[in-house]
């Protein structure tokens, strides 16, 4: 059975046994949208077939199709649709929507691993909800499926490299720019005229997408910065950006006024189920200023999103701050929990059973270069499960949206690259600032972007704030919030404290309180 429900921002597009939604080119540059996608599948006439296929496309879908007495189901490279699947009387449920397959099985039963896992990382691990016996469509993954389960599952395309690209450091830099061009006019042909909407922050990855727009003369472009006024990083940088680019720029402030009685509200809680899904935490800090931005009509109604997800992954942002290139591969599990459980504490007995799960992801990779093994498992996870999930909101309120940085020939040279040119951005930053930002003024000098010495600092800094008392981290913790996360998750601690929902807050996150607000409306299921 196929149930598919959700047709926001994108549309399930049909034919004959074929479903598909997104936009994607294939390894011609042909690009695929609306009804040319499910032509595009039938093509496939095997499983391996479908495979193959999967291969070659470039961008942002989900694919379901019948063949004969068996199903087929793939999601993108970041899970951009998500798609989930359970048993009920014998026969594979495939739907969109979690809650269709709560209601049609009269499951609810949590699986408590998974909601350890979840208070700890943000998201459940694996193919694995919140709810015993449903899951979901892993990133880059293929399921065959019969009548009744799994008849077999790929995943068709690995992050980790056995090799890096050794070319000599010029030849890399031209390869990168011409990587940088061909996503950005991928792009443009995608949007084909529409407006772009770009979330500019003062980093450099908003940056590049607005300044790569403004360089291929595209002139239907708007720029948004939201949160406080007082102590935000991002205002003065990208409103200094969008002038000197010609764009327009708008500035959404997160106050209580923005905030009024939004938990309470039909639409908040439509949201919470759909960008959640029983497998990722919600976010808050993109959805006050895309709800403002469509309820005041200031973009059109076909605009399109573009987001900097995960430009700064790609070019080495981790490296030093997360793992070095001494990492070996059996270590990976460790550091994985070390690094990434960012919020409660795991018990011994959990932690041993995420190690379990993570060394069982790895072995099939285990001879690639371990620290391509491990920017693998946390794209699997982390990337796609909390970054790219979090875009969700756009597709809520009717938009669509694009990856750039996700784009297939960006991604494969970026991820291929020797751990001396992704150090510290190395590589990726000179693309950017040489080639783009210093050309178009957009490079300010007082810009310092972290040394390795600060980096370091930084992480002891870290780990230091971890044992804090309470009292002083909220203090921390409300210096840093530039968006303005104390008073909205405050409101919703209040709402599950006055229903008898108490929490411990470690503070360590404001985040904590979503991720238990979420559970709090499970509770009440």
Known sequence: ???????????????????????????????????????????????????????????????????????????????????????????????????????????????????????????????????????????????????????DKVFYHLFSVKTFNDKPENELFKEGINAFENSITRLIKSLNGRTAVVPLSGGFDSRWIAAALKKHNYKNVICFTYGKQENNPDLPISKKVAGQLGYK????????????????????????????????????QEYFAVKYLKEKNIIPVDSVFIPGHSGDLIGGSQIIKVFDNNLNINEISSVFIKKKSLFKKLTKQDKNQLKKYINNKIAPVKNNISTTVFEEIDIREKISKMIFNSSLVFDFFGYEKRFPFWDLELLNFFLS?????????????????????????????????????????????????????????????????WKNYHDATMMLYNIMKSNGHNIKFTGNSFNEILIEYYFYLISKK
Not at 251 to 264: L, P, Q, S, T
Request: hydrophobic share 40%; with cysteine; proline share 3%.
């Open 1 to 151: 059975m196929i149930k598919l429900t959700h047709n926001k921002g994108f549309n399930w597009y049909n034919s004959g046994k074929i479903w598909v939604k997104g936009v994607f080119f294939d390894n011609t540059g042909n690009i695929y949208h609306n009804d040319l996608m499910p032509e595009y599948f039938k093509k496939a006439d095997t499983f391996n077939a479908f495979v193959s296929i999967l291969k070659q496309c470039n961008g942002i879908f989900s694919v379901i199709i019948e063949s004969g007495d068996e199903i087929w189901v793939a999601v993108d490279r970041n899970i951009s649709f998500p798609l989930f699947y359970n048993t009920i009387d014998n026969e594979i449920v495939i739907s969109d929507d979690t809650e269709f397959l709560i209601n049609k099985s009269g499951n609810i039963k949590i699986n408590k691993l998974q909601k350890s896992l979840y208070r700890s990382l943000g998201y459940t691990v694996g193919s694995s909800t919140l709810i015993e016996n449903i899951y979901q469509i892993e990133n880059a993954q293929a399921i065959r499926f019969n009548k009744e389960e799994i008849a």
């Open 249 to 284: 720029w708008i500035f959404i402030e997160y106050n209580k006024k923005e905030f009024a009685d939004f938990a309470e509200s039909q639409i908040f809680n439509d949201y919470i189920n759909y960008s959640a899904h029983l497998t990722s935490m919600f976010f808050l």
């Open 417 to 481: 690259l020797p751990f001396e040119q992704r150090e510290m951005k190395k590589l990726y930053d000179r693309i950017l600032i040489e080639k783009y930002f210093k050309p178009l003024n957009v490079y300010f000098e007082e810009e310092l972007q972290p040394t390795k010495k600060q980096l370091i600092i930084q992480h002891i800094k870290n780990s230091i704030k971890l044992v804090l008392p309470l009292p002083l981290k909220l203090k921390l913790l409300k210096k840093s919030d």
